[in-house]
């Protein structure tokens, strides 16, 4: 009794080291329906970490599986990721794929997103510059970023070089901190008019 009692644990230790080393292909199948219910009812997380287990577990991953997770990645507020799997996705299947007008609707959607965000960025990375002063460095006195501290603009044309002195530094090869900051903003204006 106790030899098949041993024999019957050695059988179901081995069955279970075989399917901990071997995931049947339909629960990679079942779990990405899974993925996809969850999506569809709005719990995106959820479903984030079906797909994760597929992308994680599988070797060859179902075209399909791009488009999901190129959508729920949308959700997420992942868009470059959006981007990347639902454009994979169009790759692979083309026109004829499943979910074909819904990726192409998800992927634009995922791009106008991901746009508005760098266009922010942006505009905050500007906005932080302007609002900032340049540390001069306790100097009084920089050398004039359009004449480079010489004084004089030089300006190549067809017949020959013209020679101005610099509007912004009046020929002094040098700005004020003050004055300096006002020109990396933007809003120094010219002592000289021509």
């Given amino acids: 009794m106790a030899i098949k009692t041993i024999g019957f644990l050695s059988f179901l230790f081995f069955t279970a ?14 779990r990405m329906d899974l993925g996809e219910e969850l999506m569809n009812k709005g719990e995106y997380e959820a479903a984030q970490k079906e797909f994760i287990f597929i992308l994680e577990n599988k070797e060859v991953l179902p075209s399909n599986l791009a488009y999901l997770f190129g959508r729920n990645s949308y959700h997420l507020s992942l868009y470059k990721q959006s981007i990347n799997w639902l454009n994979k996705y169009l790759q692979i299947k083309g026109t004829k794929g499943q979910y074909y007008d819904e990726a192409v609707l998800y992927l634009q959607y995922s791009e106008d997103k991901y746009l508005e965000i760098q266009r922010n960025l942006s505009r905050q990375m500007i906005d932080e510059l302007n609002n900032q002063d340049y540390d001069c460095g306790g100097l009084e006195k920089m050398i004039c970023p359009v004449c480079k501290g010489s004084g004089v603009v030089i300006k190549h044309g067809a017949f020959g070089d013209t020679y101005h002195t610099c509007i912004y530094s009046a020929g002094e090869a040098f700005l004020s901190c003050e004055e300096y900051n006002l020109f990396m903003r933007g809003l120094l204006e010219p002592k000289i008019s021509y």
Avoid: M, T
């Fill in 17 to 30: 080291c075989v399917w901990a080393q071997e995931i049947p292909e339909r629960e990679f199948f079942r």
